[in-house]
């Protein structure tokens, strides 16, 4: 995400579930648009996630990116709909073109309702580019990320910030490609229920997940304006993603005596976690890394308690 600085619950231990199924091999080429009958909604059962280093390494040991784009959208949700009863914690990541907003007040003297107000005109004015899905469960971390390529931005026409959009560029970003080749926002709201991801009994996680839960808001609410207030908003994220609600900047926080500051890449060091695969300032890269932050802060800081009683607060709204 430009310009942002910078889950699984041990609560008791149980086996792991059974083997995922294989994942289909896929590839970063644009696909010829593929048609596939309605997938029936599921409701995962509820599982205890627990972090199991050998199971992680393994699945860092072969990590992928999988870009998802309309033609190969329902194929892709089918793959995470097999998935998500085997890996109930999803970590998300957006990319978005920078801030167009700013305040007056400084960061760290802004409020709550003042940080929100701040997100809500950025978001309301501005277009959503990428969302990265990261799995995890009991069974470790899913070895493939998927990275959704939106479709309907056009930086001759709509607002962004140009050096967000240099930075997306140097990072591979092509903008021509997303308008003739990205997802319909209404089809990835669309497809997010159908595979089971708007369920609300999933886990949620995000790194300074503000404006990662609320460009996905609001492509779920077809593009709508966010609520006008801050506790609306906290209405929204729990309708729509459930009440398991995570913020993992909020979690470093919280680590050992003072806590791990800094963005995601700091925190990862911090922690000795090494991105898997991908490139920072990409969605699906950063969803990744950022399960792979949590699940090590899981392993280190969390063994005697739960994170999940932190779910609800989202740096800079709590």
Excluded at 177 to 192: C, H, I, K, Q, Y
Aim: hydrophobic letters at 40%; charged letters at 15%; proline letters at 10%.
């Amino acid at each position: 995400m430009p310009s942002r600085d910078g889950g699984p619950a041990v609560i008791h231990p149980q086996p792991p579930p059974p083997p995922p199924p294989p994942l289909p091999s896929s590839s970063f080429a644009h696909f010829v648009p593929r048609y596939h009958p309605a997938m029936v909604p599921y409701a995962p059962q509820p599982a205890q996630l627990v972090y199991s280093p050998s199971s992680a390494a393994a699945a860092a040991a072969k990590a992928e990116v999988r870009d998802v784009w309309a033609g190969n959208f329902e194929e892709e949700l089918s793959n995470i709909a097999a998935l998500l009863p085997y890996y109930p914690c999803v970590c998300v990541d957006t990319e978005f073109p920078g801030a167009v907003h700013d305040s007056g007040t400084p960061r760290y003297l802004r409020g709550p309702r003042e940080s929100y107000a701040l997100v809500k005109r950025n978001v309301d004015d501005l277009k959503l580019l990428q969302v990265g899905f990261a799995l995890s469960g009991a069974a470790g971390r899913c070895p493939v990320a998927w990275q959704f390529n939106v479709r309907g931005f056009d930086p001759a026409r709509d607002p962004h910030a140009p050096a967000s959009i240099a930075m997306l560029r140097a990072q591979g970003m092509d903008f021509a490609t997303l308008r003739e080749f990205g997802v319909r926002p209404d089809d990835f709201a669309a497809g997010f229920y159908r595979c089971g991801l708007g369920c609300g009994q999933l886990t949620w996680a995000a790194f300074a997940g503000a404006y990662d839960f609320a460009y996905v808001a609001k492509v779920l609410t077809g593009g709508r304006p966010l609520p006008d207030t801050l506790d609306g908003f906290h209405a929204l994220v729990q309708g729509l993603f459930g009440p398991k609600v995570l913020d993992v900047k909020h979690l470093a926080r919280c680590c050992g005596h003072g806590g791990i500051r800094g963005g995601l890449e700091q925190v990862a060091a911090a922690l000795g976690v090494k991105r898997a695969a991908g490139r920072a300032h990409c969605a699906g890269s950063d969803s990744l890394l950022t399960t792979d932050v949590l699940l090590a802060m899981v392993d280190r800081f969390f063994r005697n308690s739960s994170v999940l009683s932190h779910a609800g607060t989202i740096v800079d709204l709590a």
